[in-house]
């Protein structure tokens, strides 16, 4: 039981930050903390995958010229950590753009908040 | 709580035997990242599979990435413009 | 909005060590094949230096730098390096971004990838600094107060 806990500790923690992030993209009305909510849950989903690729007992996936001929159970795996890197500065282009067009909202507007904005747009 | 009750089921951290990490997929397809780990070194003179997985077996993704975020400077650049003379939009 | 540093430790001290976030940034690019490092981390750490510059020196400082309006030229000449290297691909007689088939005589099919990964990693990390500082010059754009 406690094994059985250990062991899945990890995805309890992503879960509770994925709630985090999913709580402020829902639930904020100032629109910078929504953009902050959705970062949150980008980083959980980053993180589920990077807990996804490792392995007991096993290394950085850098080949380690000492250990001879590669055995993939001496390295953790690579392909998660090479799908997050992409997926990292893809969520960095995300947060330009929105970042951008919430600086043209509030020159418009004055606002950031979602009611008051919903409200001027009509 | 759903979320929850389905981490319960997924694998053990760190355990070999997961489902990403196995040589063989159930249907019996063979498994990409234990072929980069055995073969990364051969094929492509780098010591750092991350490196090579990410600029050759997968130069698609990432030649279609560069131009994502190039996209996103460019969508900056034309949305914001028109502030630098400090028009109204 | 974006207010230059008035302190003169701030400005003295970032202008120092600008130089050797750029090294640092150069070394995780080219040595990107045998140590964690790579194309996006080194562009990161060379787009961040410049920002700094931004912050701390002035506007007027920085465009000695990295100018303004050099920015999506970069951008795009980034893009345009990875992909003229798969197009010399073709024309070495491969298909698309296989490395192997690099028209340059004389060196292994390993060889031969290993340099065409330096290749792209240099135009990945070109195109990710010249984008970082394109947002942040636009965002900042009209709100300078230096």
Known sequence: MIEQFLGH?????????????????????????????????????????????????????????????????QYINPLPHTLMLTAIVVSVATTGVALALIVVLYKRYHTLDEDELLERMK | MLLVYAATELPMRGSIDAPCNVDSSLTGTPGAST??????????????????????????????????????????????????????? | MVKKSSSIIVG???????????????????????????????GALLGASILLLRLTVGREGSELVFPERMGTPMSGFGVFIYAF????AMIGGGVYLNYAFLPIGGMQ??????????LVETGVGIGVMATMIVIFDDIAKGNFHD
Request: proline share 5%; aromatic share 12%; glycine share 10%.
């Open chain 1, 9 to 73: 500790s990890a995805y309890f923690f992503i879960v509770i930050l994925l709630l985090i992030g999913m709580y402020g993209m829902l639930f904020k009305k100032n629109l910078i903390k929504k953009l902050i909510g959705m970062n949150i849950l980008q980083s959980s989903i980053i993180l589920f995958y990077v807990v996804s690729a490792y392995k007991w007992n096993a290394t950085v996936p850098v080949l380690d010229p000492r250990l001879g001929e590669p055995i993939p159970m």
């Open chain 3, 85 to 88: 290297v798969g197009v010399a």
């Open chain 3, 109 to 118: 099919p390993a060889e031969l990838r290993s340099l065409g990964i330096l």
């Open chain 3, 12 to 42: 003295i001290v970032s202008r120092a060590i600008v130089p050797f976030i750029q090294l640092f940034a150069l070394y995780v690019i080219v040595h990107g094949h045998s140590s964690p490092g790579g194309g996006f981390q080194g």
């Open chain 2, 35 to 89: 072929y980069y780990i055995r073969n990364a070194q051969k094929e492509m003179n780098t010591p750092n599979m991350v490196t090579a997985i990410l600029a050759d077996y997968r130069g698609y993704d990432t030649l279609g990435e560069t131009t994502v975020i190039f996209c996103a400077g460019i969508v900056v650049f034309l949305i914001l413009r028109k502030l630098k003379d400090g028009k109204k939009i």
